[in-house]
Antibody
Framework: EVQLVESGGGLVQPGGSLRLSCAASGFTFSSYWMHWVRQAPGKGLVWVSRINSDGSSTSYADSVKGRFTISRDNAKNTLYLQMNSLRAEDTAVYYC???????????????WGKGTTVTVSS | EIVLTQSPATLSLSPGERATLSCRASQSVSSYLAWYQQKPGQAPRLLIYDASNRATGIPARFSGSGSGTDFTLTISSLEPEDFAVYYCQQRSTRRFGGGTKVEIK
């Protein structure tokens, strides 16, 4: 079964850091570009970041650029999101998602995890 | 920067009725647009990509059309499980629209 499982969310103070993980199984993780998408409580979906299949190319939303870092370990089938200088407006459910096509950047997301909740509050 | 505007914000319909959801882009996105469904407490699900291609396992009652700046998601006959929020998303900036909630009338 194709599956993505996020972990690492929690409560953190403003200015703090958190690292999210996304464990992939059931498919060849190293063949796919991957994304992080977030959703603030009661709000819509917001794309956060993406990384290519070998980890050599990354892209970020303006709202997180310079604060968040996406990375991956293909040997461990795991995607990461390092979040620094967290703000209240970063409070959201964070989803990892797989790009639609193998080896290509298609920027549609066909497999999603259930999400992990990040709350930034003092 | 391309902005996606979805309308209406809420659509109140009964099971068996036809649902027509709109997504308008502030500039042309060619056919590079997707639709997702999200139910409460669940992750989004890809329904349609490249404006009109159904994703794997999506029922035929879901169809997408449009190109350029105007796109439509049609659900031909609403099933009880179709009541949800629907988002459009365009490829070039990966941005999502604000969503349309399809609720039971």
């Amino acid at each position: 079964e194709v599956q993505l499982v996020e972990s690492g969310g929690g409560l953190v103070q403003p200015g703090g850091s958190l690292r999210l993980s996304c464990a992939a199984s059931g498919f060849t993780f190293s063949s796919y570009w991957m994304h992080w998408v977030r959703q603030a409580p009661g709000k819509g979906l917001v794309w956060v970041s993406r990384i290519n299949s070998d980890g050599s190319s990354t892209s970020y939303a303006d709202s997180v650029k310079g604060r968040f870092t996406i990375s991956r370990d293909n040997a461990k089938n795991t995607l990461y999101l390092q979040m620094n200088s967290l703000r209240a407006e970063d409070t959201a459910v964070y989803y990892c998602a797989r790009d639609l096509l193998r080896f290509l950047e298609w920027d549609y997301m066909d497999v999603w995890g259930k999400g992990t909740t990040v709350t930034v509050s003092s | 920067e391309i902005v996606l505007t979805q309308s209406p914000a809420t659509l109140s319909l009964s099971p068996g009725e036809r649902a027509t959801l709109s997504c308008r882009a502030s500039q042309s996105v060619s056919s590079y647009l997707a639709w997702y469904q999200q139910k409460p407490g669940q992750a989004p699900r890809l329904l349609i990509y490249d404006a009109s291609n159904r994703a794997t396992g999506i029922p035929a009652r879901f169809s997408g059309s449009g190109s350029g700046t105007d796109f439509t998601l049609t659900i031909s006959s609403l099933e009880p499980e179709d009541f949800a929020v629907y988002y459009c998303q365009q490829r070039s900036t990966r941005r999502f629209g604000g969503g349309t909630k399809v609720e039971i009338k």
